[in-house]
């Protein structure tokens, strides 16, 4: 037996002050999303990367120690500005932005707007002081060929045997969430799922049944099935 129910996502944000993002399928819109709502709540907002993000203002660049007077209630963060977007910041500066915010939020994935990726060796980039780890991958694959849904699709291939013209089912979708894919160096017991574009399946009933064989494949306790686009979360759980 599974619990399906609607949720709001901000709930699960209390309590902690580094949330992660790592996968495909729509880490941008879902931060940005998260980032909105938290601030229409009176919070304090940093978005912030150990890869790179759209240069979208407002932003400020970190470069030897943060001015504190440059900081705004809701700002992001980079390093640098290369073609048009912002450039990874250091662990210990990420730690740093502490005091100024109550939710830092790290893209720390890259997917090239794809809405699934096999991780290169040196993917994600994770900080190891992440409160909350979400891990999105998008449902708008599946029925898709592999070559034109799956950022780094050559990797995918060599690892699993997938020929990239093969289109994607079911099976192959959930070969993407194991330990060596989308769960790459994730910690499990700090991890939430998140199967975004539920609207682009022909049945809604599909997301939550993938939902259920996420669940049941990784042993993480919760699966959300997500529509960011429409702000539609539905949580997917086992039964007690």
Known sequence: ????????????????????????????????????????????????????IFAKEPYILFNDKIDSNLLKPFIRIGRTIEEGKLTSVDLKDIESLAPFYD??????????????KFPSHYEPIIPPFSDLIFVLGGLDALNGRVEDRVFRW????????VDPKQTIT??????????????????????????????????????????????????????MVASVKFGLFYSVVPAP
């Open 103 to 116: 939710i830092i939020l790290i893209e720390a994935d890259g997917a090239k707007g794809k809405p699934l």
């Open 170 to 223: 079911e099976e192959i979708f959930m070969r993407f969430f194991e330990p060596d894919c989308l769960l790459k160096g994730v910690d499990k017991y700090k991890a939430t799922i998140v199967l975004n574009k539920y609207d682009s399946l022909m049945l809604a009933s599909e997301g939550i049944k993938m939902a259920k064989h996420v669940g049941e494949k990784t042993g993480i306790g919760e699966v």
């Open 154 to 161: 050559e990797l995918f291939k060599g690892s699993k045997g």
């Open 1 to 52: 037996m599974w619990i399906f129910k609607r949720v709001d996502i901000l709930p699960y944000l209390f309590g902690h002050k580094y949330i992660t993002f790592v996968g495909a399928g729509g880490k941008t819109s879902f931060i940005e999303y998260i980032a909105a709502r938290s601030f229409q709540r009176g919070k304090r907002v940093a978005i912030t990367t150990t890869t790179k």
